[in-house]
């Protein structure tokens, strides 16, 4: 029986969108508060918020070419602007622009046939009863502090469950609720904030009384559905208590969320790909950023990785979609998943001759390229040939070796799919698999 939540651990894939008033800035979607900007300058911003080149339907073709199948917008970040027209404040892009940006993202991207998810973060720098803290960027003011005496969070958290409302009442259904923040610790001298500052029982609750089947992340500081690290790759699946959990690996193309037109340090399209095959090996999920610019335009090579990543997923898109760990070892230089009956070997690295597979001999019934289809030859080391085949420094009896051709395959990550036999028996094994040149 089918769980309401497999399409996320199905689809694997998604598509993060990071947009709001710090894009017209171009300097991190955090200038707000890295440049002190008091509210009353910044959302001066709002009068210049015409995004003509928000293109939500180019967008959404973008992410299915790129072999995702969900996405998510920051519907409201911390610097508390909301991309939608809600009634509980006029900071918002139908005031500002006529344009509800919410609304556009998930009717373009249902019509992709991609699920949707929105961001709601739990700061907000601009609501008058959000309380100064550490992060905020008026906290250097001398008094900051005083100005707490007359902020309350009881009535923040009141405007936080109501814009929660509309947008869980407003647009359909809603796939995935991505919060952001959960803790503030207390720090230099400022009080922080917490599951009880946003009431994040209630907040849970009301979100899956209004919307039953969505998933809900790890961020409210409770337990809910998704753990999800930020920008790091975690060395295993993830587990709480022991137990396995979903989990989604959110990651930037250059470090940053929001548009930041001077940072450069781009991740190449080979390397995110890598990303993405080492989370899916892990029962990950990957949620990769695009930050559009001031006139919500997405950067040529934002655009050219997306399509990078989707020329690969044509062909391989079988090895991630539907895909989880496999139960083995995987040979160094190379990750494994598995998708039903069919195990997929990833070769960061291309070796010279072989791969040594231990313990698959008589558990693989064809080997082929996956870009192509071409047939790998393979050959199994039986129980007669390990005494000399071990002096001689190579395999364990119970080895399954891929004879590779020496012209490596023209992209980016080549993957070999192994037919599994019928009974699909596999079982990781005390020694390394190795990969072994000759």
């Not at 992340?217 to 699946?237: C, F, G």
């Not at 080979?270 to 695009?290: A, E, Y």
Request: glycine share 10%; charged share 25%; proline share 6%.
């Amino acid at each position: 029986m089918k769980h309401p939540h497999d399409w996320f651990t199905e689809g694997r894939f998604g598509l993060f969108i990071h947009f709001g008033l710090y894009s017209l800035l171009g300097r991190h979607e955090w200038v707000m508060t890295n440049e002190r900007t008091p509210p009353e300058e910044y959302e001066r911003l709002a009068e210049f918020f015409d995004p003509d080149r928000f293109d939500a339907p180019a967008l959404a073709r973008a992410a299915r070419r790129a072999g995702m199948r969900y996405a998510v917008l920051t519907a409201k970040h911390h610097e508390g602007f909301a991309l939608y027209g809600t009634e509980l404040s006029d900071y918002n892009s139908v005031a500002a622009c006529g344009r509800d940006l919410v609304r556009e993202f998930v009717e373009a991207f249902r019509a992709e046939g991609l699920r949707v998810g929105l961001y709601y973060s739990l700061l907000d720098w601009h609501h008058a009863d959000f309380t100064i803290d550490y992060h905020h960027p008026l906290r250097d003011l001398p008094d900051a502090r005083e100005r707490n005496d007359v902020r309350d969070m009881a009535r923040y958290r009141e405007y936080l469950h109501g814009q929660v409302r509309e947008l869980l009442t407003r647009y359909g259904t809603i796939d995935y609720l991505f919060y952001d923040f959960s803790y503030v610790e207390p720090r230099d001298g400022w009080d922080g904030k917490g599951p009880d500052d946003w009431d994040s029982v209630g907040l849970l609750d009301l979100t899956r009384a209004l919307q039953p089947g969505i998933v809900v992340n790890d961020r409210l500081w409770i337990p809910a559905d998704v753990v999800t690290p930020e920008q790091y790759q975690p060395d295993e699946p993830m587990r709480r208590d022991g137990v396995e959990v979903p989990w989604e690996a959110c990651q930037t193309l250059n470090g940053s969320w929001g548009y930041d037109r001077e940072n450069l340090g781009y991740k190449s399209p080979d390397l995110l790909i890598r990303m993405l095959v080492d989370t899916v090996s892990k029962n990950g999920n990957l949620l990769l950023n695009v930050g559009p610019d001031g006139r919500g335009g997405i950067a040529p090579r934002d655009t050219a990785s997306l399509k990078a990543i989707g020329d690969w997923m044509a062909l391989h898109e079988r090895a991630i979609v539907g895909a989880g760990a496999a139960g083995l070892t995987a040979p160094s230089g190379t990750a494994l998943t598995r998708n039903g009956d069919r195990l997929y070997l990833h070769l960061f690295t291309w070796p010279f001759g072989h791969v040594h597979l231990r313990g698959l001999a008589g558990k693989v019934r064809f080997a082929r390229l996956l870009d192509d289809g071409a047939e790998i030859r393979t050959s199994e080391i039986s129980p007669d040939q390990q005494a000399w085949n071990t002096e001689l420094g190579g395999q364990p009896a119970g080895t399954l070796t891929l004879h590779l051709p020496t012209v490596r395959p023209e992209v980016a990550v080549p993957v070999i799919e192994l037919f599994l036999e019928p009974d699909g028996s596999t079982h990781d094994h005390a020694e390394p698999n190795e990969v072994r040149t000759s």
